[in-house]
């Protein structure tokens, strides 16, 4: 079982940075892929990035390859860090954990979910 708690979101202006964190809790989370998802009111809920369970392989969607960095560290967290944001960014932002050791890039494919951070991009 891992536990996930997202924090770091809030307001901010087009051009800006936020770091999102993921702690998550599990005697097995170093075990576990890790990803970010997103979800904009009336849209479906989209890949934003994954990190494998040693933290040496990456993936990101097109639209934020560039501006967003995934990363884990051994004290059970993972972080986005989000640069150059745009309006379209605003969303709820999700991490999510599978045991599947792939980077999935699809909802369906993770198994546990945090309660999500919102991220607004004013213009």
């Known amino acids: 079982q891992v536990q996930l708690v997202e924090s770091g979101g809030g307001l901010v202006q087009a051009g800006g940075s936020l770091r999102l964190l993921c702690a998550a809790s599990?005697?097995?989370?170093?075990?576990?892929?890790m990803g970010w998802f997103r979800q904009a009111p009336g849209k479906e809920r989209e890949f934003v990035a994954a990190i494998s369970y040693g933290g040496g392989r990456t993936s990101y969607a097109d639209s934020v390859k560039g501006r967003f960095t995934i990363s884990r560290d051994n004290a059970k967290n993972m972080y986005l860090q989000m640069t150059s944001l745009r309006p379209e960014d605003t969303a709820v932002y999700y991490c999510a954990a599978n045991n599947y050791n792939r980077l999935a890039t699809v909802p369906g494919e993770y198994d546990y979910w945090g309660q999500g951070t919102q991220v607004t991009v004013s213009s």
């Open positions: 599990g005697r097995t989370f170093n075990s576990y892929t």
